[in-house]
Structure formats: structure tokens, C-alpha cells
């Protein structure tokens, strides 16, 4: 089974990258592939991936751990199940600057208090010494990225972040994102489901689908003028806080199993444009804007016209 | 935290209170049952049925046949048997505790520490040949019965091997720990393994399960995201938080096994325990006798109990509040 | 939709009594403070709010799932709250639930066609030949393949699960459907396959729908008229294109300022209004406006006064001393 299938994307020095895609389209597991966190013995990933120049598959374990907390930074999306039961909040955050850093538990501590009062959280004197199920969601995530930030990382990877949270405190780990990276000049890779928090944060964004990009580009060229038929169909189907329309566009059926991917285009089977084509698998191509379709430019705008003066394509 | 503590030994005390009241009310207010008769035993005289009526007051209300009871038992402990005269009961467990704390001690010593170390080098090593073997021994340590392994070592170590290899291995019985140490030690080895080797086999296979499904857990992959080394986090967050559950079972075993299911084990080997007593007291129908040993496992069972609440308090925080 | 109204909710209150860590003695919470709304009959009533504000227990509580603390509850003007199980019957087959997990609602073992005629076994309402008519008819009208009432759930995809859901509630000619976060565990393009769904459903059977959901852009599309929940009470409510056109409440204000949007060029700039801090543990209510404590316009008026829900201009009610977007700053 491929759950990630010839993926490739560069990130540069504080860019924000959007992940977008539903569930199965295997965007969590190319980010966890890369950075050695799956560890059943029957995954196996190739390629190439390289941070700062540097090749990180092949890498050791013990070569590929110091990056891992040190120079790239993770945060998860269930806060509540992200940090280990019974230590205190401090003590984990300590434990990982002592685990890259030559500190004393005194520093490591401090810097712990710091980095709790830099994610704002409220006297982080006392709640240092407090146990996770002692913060609510939104704080807990507050936690974490202060974990991730510990060793101030030059990448971020962020796998839906805000996804188990409310949207008011959403809205506070998004603008505390934003301020972050711009105080320590990271990267972030932003993995979700929601077109709108890309919308909201990214500079570029990759769409999956079935563990394949199917398109690529700056934010606002991909959400204001989106190549891919998948795309297409996950933008129409946002309900919409600003306007309301009738219908909302839907992609007949359901995402694709990554163990019965077609052998042409993956997104074929529920597209109402394919053609004979499409039994061919398709590249990215573009320029810059990137997608994996075989429509001619000019066929996407005559659809997408189309289908946005009908409201979508149910 | 000392509040915690307070609090679940006194509920601890009245948890026993209870337990003697429903003993007491097993023995002596089970409807249409003479009581008196049971005690005094099979073939009692009259007399001695009308003395044991006078003893524990059975001609008196219930709240005061409690009492006496308790005043027998516990003030001035002079319970005795009637099926063998002159036998006091409480005197009688106060010999045979030692026994059993000596075996089931050691004995949960190795079974904590293999089974332990079992669980953690099988879950360290899933998918490699060193598992499924683990795994393995582990099941076959459970299918074997306790009487059974220990009538095969005796039979060994007594007499097919005695004369060579196993001419140190001194015979059935029990030494006590204050008049000789090391005889203490090298008479309860082979006892102390046997029953060790049932929870052993228990322990390694439910801490592995316990350890592979934290592996899965997402505060392992935060703990990986960190770049902490694989070796700390199976043992600082992992088996952290899997022997939360190793310690409630550990909990429910040893109290019991005090309490005198180590009876097995203590008859195959010759000590006299308590299980061996009440075993004894069961075949006489000794009810005096029975009752205080039922008294005492309890007693044990919800100290073991109250002693695993607080160790779960330190290892979970999340229990101190509740 | 008329103004006949089906379902009217007077001063409901639900209170849950527990212990609460930390605390010495036993609090009582208040999942539900005082709540009056109508739903008519043939609109979709929209609830909003985050978690925890008392939302589903509403839900529970109109539908008798929960029996109320206190306040009424009528289902047309026949007073819920004091029926007996029995005398309620009639009124349940009147309002049924749709759930948020289509994985945990449907019960594994048992055949998707068993699990959709199964209300109508319990209530009696034909012969078996109908009742499996009935199923044939429910799965074509939620675009279900009818050859596969024999199969179980968990041959079902999300999306599915749901229908099967919906068609389990549509099996007894309900006349109000009563949905908890019902697209919320779905992926984006099935979401939207179940609400346009949702709507169909509305319009082929006249159905009255109770839409209850954490995201504002799927209320907003669903719904007729809007209520927001913060902390067990109703802070807003009015005509849905009204109140997200120009909500009254600050909180209803910073929720919509802050809901990510898609930035296609379409529509007008806006101030984000990043409130902080947590909403308040239920048992442990701030004095006079609940919101208070995360309000940027809170004032000591606030901290004292509880402000009650007013009309402010028709069909509009809002539950502030110092409601927004208007000319005049307080009543």
C-alpha cells in the first residue's frame, strides 16, 4: 500500500506550507515518514529528503533524534493526549531542552518557566509545576508548542494544530503561531483538513489527494484560482461564514482507500470531467502553480467558470 | 497528597468493620442454623454444645454476641477450636502469618522483577525472535498448576537429584527468619520460585500488552517528536505509565496470596501457613478456626488494597483528586 | 416556514449536581440557565456555540431524553416536562435525534436494515411486509443502495453511517428532527453531501429542523434562524443572514471575526477580535453577564447586572448591556 506517493516539496526559510487534504489523503504520514516517527517495521519510505542540504533518510537514529526537538519542532493535534500523563508539565519540557542542550535541570526549568509565559500562558511560576489534566485544550496546545519551541527550531510541523480545539481558542493558537515564527524565524509545515485555517496562515499550500499532491502553489493562487478538479470540489464545499449559498458543491463518493489507489488519476473515479486521459496517471506540471490533471488550462477555466456560476457540480 | 493517604485508610478501617460484622453474621446469624452445634463440632457432648452457647452469648441479642465475639477474637484472644480442645485460634495464625509472609514476600519479589524485566524486553524487541520466546515461557509458567511444579521440584530436588546437584537443597519445612537467616532463605528458594512462576508469567504478558499499547499512544510520539532516546521513553514514559496497571493487579495478588490462596504451594512444600491452617480447619469443620483466618484475609486483602490506592496516587496524579 | 410554532422552550434550566475535584463540598452545575426560544414549524433552528456551553444537554432536554430541572417544554402547546413515559410516547415519535458519530450511534452487530426498522418494530406501526417496505423506501430516500439493508455498519463509509442515522430517524414520519453536531466527524466533500441531504430531506417531508454545531459556516447554511450558547445561556439570537451580518453580542462577534475563511477575493476585510482566555467551568459561574470575564467592552455594570435577552429590534434578541453594531451604544 502506498500511503504516500511521489510527493515532493521544498520548504524555505520561514515560509509557512499548508498540507491540505481529507482523511487517508496521507498527509500526516509523509510529514511522520520523513522524520523517522513511524516505527512499525513494514513501512518503508523512499526518496529523498534533505534539511539544510543535509539527506535525512538513510540517516541513523541517533543522528536523526538530534534533529528531531532540536532543529525541527512538531505539534500534534490532540492536546489532550499529546503530553504524558503523570509528569509535570515543566519537568517535560524540561526533559527535552536537557536532551539537546548541556543545562542544568535549574536552567532547563527556567527556560521552561519562560517559554510557558511566552505562549501565554497565565503565572507560569505556579502552573509549571502542575500536571496535564490540570489545563484545559487550548492551554494544553499551549504546552506543547511551547515544547516544540524549546529548542527554538528552525521547522515547525504542525499536524492539525487546532483541529480538536474551539474556535475562539483556534483563533488564539493561529495569531500565537503567527507571532512565534515571527520572533523565531521558523518554517512551519501546517497539515490539516480545514481550507480555512490554510487560508488563514499559510504562504503556499499542497493539496493530497490519495497520497498524491494534486496541486501546488501560493496561497492565493490556489484558493482564488484552483487548478485541480479535487480542489475545485473541496473549495465549493466549505460552507461559508460570509455568504450563504443554496447548494454547496460535493464530490460524489468517498475519499479513495490507499490500498485500491487507481493505477491512473487517483481522483478519476469521482471526477465529473475525466476523460480517456485519465487512465493515464498524471504529473505535476505548471509553472510555480502546480497541478496533477490533464485538462488543458484553458478547459479548467471554462469548467471552473462554469461550475461557480452553477454553485457547484451536485 | 497526606489527606489522600488519611482518607483511604480510614475508609480502609471501616471497610473491615464491615467485613466483621458480615463474618460474624455468616457464622452466627445464618437463619435456622444452630450455631452452637457447629462450633462445638461433629461429635460434640451436650455440655460442651451448652458451653459454647454460654461462651459467645448465643442466648443473647445479636449487637452483644458481636461484641463477645470481637472481645474473643481481638481483646482477649482466646478464641479456641472444639474440635481440637485447647487449641487457641488466634495464637495459631500468629504462628502460621509469618509463613506465608515469608513466601508470598519473596516470592513477589522475583515475580515483580522477572516479570517486569520480561514485559519490558519483549515490548523492546516486538517483531524480533526474543518476543514470541518471552511470550512464550510466560504462557507456559501460567498453564502449569502450582501443586504440579511443586511435586516435580521436590521430586528432584528431594530425591532423583538429591544426591548430586541438589545435595544443598535441604528438606520440606520452615526455619524462621530470627533464628537462622540463611536456612530461612534456602529452605524457601524452591517454594519462593514455584509460586513465583505463575505471576511471573502473568505479569510479563500483561505489561507487555500494557507497554506495546502505550508505545501506540500519541504522548510517545510527542516523547519521540522531542528526540529522546527509544531506551527512555519505554522507561520514563511508557512503563511509567503502564505500571499503574501492573500495580493494581500486584495489588489484588498479594493481598490474596497472604490472605491464604498461597495454600497450594505451602501444602506441597510442608509450611505451615496459612493456608495450610485454614485448610486443616476446613477439613475438621474447625468453625472458630476457619473464622479467624477468614478474619485475617480479609484484614489483609483491604490493607493491600489501601496500600495500592496511595502507590496509584503517586504514580497518577490524576487519581489524587478524585 | 410558518409562524406556527412546534416546539417552545420557557426558562429551561438544567442542573447537574456533582463533586468537583478541588472542591470540599458537592457544587451544582449549570449546563443549562435559563433558555427560552420557539422553533416553527419548517425552519431550521440553528444552535451555535463551543464546546460546553450546554448545547447538547438543550438538546436532550427539549427532546425528553433529560427531564428539565425547571422551565417548560411544549411540542404543539402540549407541555412536555409533566407527561408520563407513557403519555409522552406520541410526542417522542414526533422529535427525533440525529447524532454527531455515525461510528458510536449505530450498534455494530446488528444489520443496517434492522437498526433503520427498528423504531417502528418497537412502536408497532405496521405489519413486518410494511415495515420492510418502509426500509426500502427510507434508504432510497437518503441514496442508499437498497440491496444492502443486510449489511453492518462498519461496511459503511462516514458519510453512509450518517444516512443510515438520518433514515433511522426519518422512520416515523417525525415532524422534527433534532441534529447534534451531525456533519462534525466528517470529511469536508461528505459534510456537504449530507447537509445538501439535509435540505432535500426538509423540503420533500416538510421537516422542522433543530441543527445544533460548533462551526458557523455550516450553520449559517442550514439554518433559518440562529441562537449562540455561551455557558449554558443564550446570548443571540435572530434571523441567521442578520446576525452574521451585524452581530449584537461581542461574543458573537469575536466567534465570527475569528473563524478561518476562505481569502478567494470575495469578501470584505475584517478585524480580527482575538478574545482571551477560556470560557469559565460551569460551576463556577462569573457574577451578572457570564461573558464578562472575556469581554474587551466589559464594564462594572456588567460584573453586577446580569443582562436579560431582549428584543432590540424585531426578531432580534440580544443579551448585552452594551450591544455592537448599533447607532446607540446602550438601552
Known amino acids: 500500500m502506498h500511503a504516500v506517493d511521489g510527493l515532493s516539496l521544498s520548504v524555505g526559510r520561514k515560509e509557512v506550507v499548508g498540507i491540505v487534504g481529507e482523511s487517508g489523503s496521507g498527509k500526516s504520514v509523509s510529514m511522520y515518514s520523513m522524520l523517522g516517527l513511524l516505527r512499525e517495521a513494514n513501512v518503508s519510505v523512499t526518496g529523498s529528503v534533505k534539511f539544510e542540504g543535509r539527506e535525512l533518510l538513510g540517516l541513523a537514529d541517533r543522528e536523526m533524534r538530534v534533529l528531531r526537538g532540536r532543529d525541527i519542532g512538531m505539534i500534534f493535534q490532540d492536546p489532550m493526549t499529546a503530553l504524558t500523563p503523570v509528569y509535570k508539565v515543566g519537568w517535560q519540557i524540561a526533559e527535552q531542552i536537557r536532551a539537546h542542550q548541556d543545562v542544568t535541570k535549574a536552567q532547563a526549568r527556567q527556560r521552561a518557566i519562560e517559554l510557558l509565559g511566552e505562549v501565554g500562558i497565565p503565572e507560569p511560576h505556579r502552573r509549571v509545576d502542575q500536571f496535564p489534566h490540570e489545563f484545559s485544550g487550548g492551554m494544553r496546545q499551549r504546552v506543547v508548542i511551547a515544547m516544540a519551541l524549546s529548542c527554538n527550531p528552525k521547522l515547525l510541523i504542525a499536524d492539525e494544530p487546532t483541529t480538536a480545539l474551539d474556535v475562539t481558542t483556534q483563533a488564539q493558537i493561529l495569531e500565537l503561531m503567527g507571532k512565534l515564527q515571527d520572533t523565531y524565524d521558523s518554517s512551519i509545515v501546517l497539515i490539516t483538513h480545514d481550507m480555512g485555517v490554510i487560508s488563514e496562515i499559510a504562504d503556499r499550500v499542497v493539496v493530497m489527494y490519495a497520497g498524491r499532491p494534486a496541486e501546488i502553489g501560493d496561497r492565493r493562487a490556489v484558493i482564488r484560482t484552483p487548478q485541480h478538479p479535487y480542489t475545485w470540489g473541496l473549495l465549493g464545499a466549505v460552507p461559508r461564514v460570509e455568504t450563504k449559498r443554496s447548494r454547496l458543491a460535493t464530490i460524489p463518493g468517498t475519499p479513495v482507500s490507499p490500498l485500491n489507489v487507481p493505477t491512473g488519476c487517483a481522483f478519476a473515479p469521482r471526477c465529473e470531467h475525466r476523460f480517456e486521459k485519465c487512465d493515464e496517471r498524471p504529473t505535476l506540471r505548471g509553472d510555480g502553480h502546480l497541478d496533477a490533471c490533464w485538462l488543458t488550462i484553458e478547459q479548467k477555466v471554462h469548467l471552473r467558470a462554469g461550475a461557480v456560476e452553477t454553485g457547484g457540480h451536485a | 497528597m497526606g489527606v489522600f493517604i488519611l482518607r483511604r485508610f480510614v475508609s480502609a478501617i471501616l471497610v473491615m468493620f464491615s467485613i466483621s460484622i458480615l463474618v460474624f453474621l455468616i457464622f452466627f446469624a445464618t437463619p435456622g442454623v444452630d450455631p452452637a452445634a457447629r462450633i462445638a463440632g461433629r461429635s460434640a457432648t451436650p455440655q460442651v454444645v451448652a458451653q459454647v452457647k454460654h461462651e459467645f452469648g448465643l442466648d443473647r441479642p445479636l449487637p452483644i454476641r458481636y461484641g463477645l465475639m470481637m472481645d474473643h477474637l481481638f481483646i482477649k484472644q482466646d478464641l479456641s477450636s472444639y474440635v481440637n480442645v485447647g487449641y ?50 510466560g504462557i507456559a509458567a501460567i498453564s502449569v498448576p502450582a501443586y504440579w511444579l511443586g511435586q516435580v521440584v521436590n521430586l528432584i530436588t528431594q530425591s ?86 501492573i500495580v493494581s493487579l500486584f495489588g489484588l495478588d498479594f493481598g490474596s496470596l497472604i490472605g491464604g490462596a498461597a495454600l497450594l504451594t505451602e501444602v506441597v512444600f510442608g509450611l505451615p501457613g496459612v493456608g495450610q491452617l485454614t485448610y486443616t480447619a476446613l477439613q475438621n469443620l474447625d468453625l472458630p478456626v476457619i473464622m479467624g483466618t477468614v478474619m485475617y484475609g480479609a484484614f489483609f486483602v483491604v490493607l493491600a488494597n489501601a496500600v495500592v490506592d496511595v502507590a496509584y496516587g503517586f504514580l497518577d496524579p490524576r487519581v489524587r483528586l478524585a | 416556514m410558518s409562524d406556527e410554532v412546534l416546539l417552545r422552550a420557557t426558562n429551561v434550566v438544567k442542573e447537574f449536581s456533582l463533586r468537583s475535584p478541588g472542591l470540599r463540598q458537592r457544587a451544582t452545575m449549570r449546563a443549562v440557565a435559563d433558555v427560552s426560544f420557539e422553533v416553527r414549524r419548517g425552519e431550521t433552528f440553528g444552535i451555535v456555540g463551543e464546546s460546553g456551553c450546554g448545547k447538547s444537554t438543550l438538546a436532550r432536554c427539549l427532546v425528553q431524553l433529560m427531564t428539565p430541572t425547571s422551565g417548560s417544554v411544549t411540542f404543539n402547546d402540549v407541555e412536555l416536562t409533566t407527561l408520563s413515559r407513557r403519555k409522552l410516547r406520541p410526542y417522542r415519535r414526533q422529535m427525533q435525534l440525529v447524532f454527531q458519530d455515525p461510528y458510536a450511534s449505530l450498534n455494530p452487530r446488528r444489520r443496517v436494515g434492522d437498526i433503520v426498522a427498528e423504531p417502528m418494530r418497537v412502536n408497532k406501526t405496521g405489519s413486518e411486509s410494511e415495515i420492510r417496505a418502509r426500509v426500502l423506501e427510507l434508504f432510497e430516500l437518503v441514496g442508499l443502495d437498497t440491496a444492502s439493508i443486510q ?147 466589559a464594564t462594572d455594570h456588567c460584573a453586577q447586572v446580569a443582562p436579560p435577552l431582549v428584543e432590540l429590534t424585531p426578531g432580534r434578541f440580544v443579551a448585552c448591556h452594551y450591544p455592537r453594531n448599533r447607532s446607540t451604544t446602550s438601552i
Open chain 2, 88 to 137: 487457641k485460634v488466634i495464637p495459631q495464625i500468629e504462628a502460621a502469618a509469618p509463613v506465608t509472609l515469608s513466601l508470598v514476600l519473596g516470592a513477589a519479589v522475583i515475580w515483580l522483577i522477572v516479570g517486569v524485566a520480561g514485559g519490558v524486553i519483549a515490548a523492546a524487541n516486538r517483531g524480533k525472535f526474543i518476543d514470541p520466546l518471552i511470550m512464550f515461557l
Open chain 3, 151 to 297: 449489511r453492518y455498519p462498519h461496511e459503511f463509509s462516514g458519510g453512509q453511517r450518517q444516512r443510515i442515522g438520518i433514515a433511522r430517524s426519518l422512520s416515523l414520519n417525525p415532524s422534527l428532527v433534532v441534529a447534534d453536531e451531525p456533519v462534525s466527524a466528517l470529511d469536508v466533500s461528505v459534510q456537504a453531501q449530507v447537509l445538501n441531504l439535509m435540505a432535500d430531506l426538509q423540503e420533500r417531508l416538510g421537516l422542522t429542523y433543530l441543527f445544533i454545531a460548533h462551526d458557523l459556516g455550516v450553520v449559517r447554511h442550514v439554518s433559518d434562524r440562529v441562537a449562540v450558547m455561551y455557558l449554558g445561556e443564550i446570548v443571540e439570537l435572530a434571523n441567521a443572514d442578520d446576525l452574521y451580518a451585524a452581530p449584537f453580542h461581542p461574543y458573537t462577534e469575536a466567534l465570527l471575526s475569528v473563524a478561518p475563511e476562505l481569502d478567494d477575493g470575495t469578501q470584505a476585510p475584517r478585524e480580527r477580535i482575538v478574545i482571551s482566555g477560556d470560557v469559565p467551568a460551569p460551576f463556577n459561574r462569573p457574577s451578572g453577564c457570564t461573558f464578562r470575564t472575556r469581554c474587551p467592552f
Open chain 2, 160 to 245: 532423583k537429584l538429591h544426591s548430586s546437584i541438589f545435595s544443598w537443597v535441604p528438606p520440606s519445612g520452615y526455619v524462621a527468619l530470627s533464628s537462622n537467616p540463611g536456612e530461612w532463605a534456602l529452605h524457601l528458594l524452591f517454594p519462593w520460585l514455584t509460586l513465583a512462576a505463575l505471576y511471573a508469567g502473568i505479569y510479563a504478558r500483561v505489561l507487555r500488552a500494557e507497554l506495546v499499547n502505550a508505545l501506540n499512544e500519541d504522548y510517545v510520539r510527542t516523547a519521540r517528536a522531542k528526540g529522546l532516546s527509544e531506551r527512555r521513553i519505554l522507561l520514563r514514559h511508557a512503563l511509567r505509565c503502564s505500571l499503574i496497571s
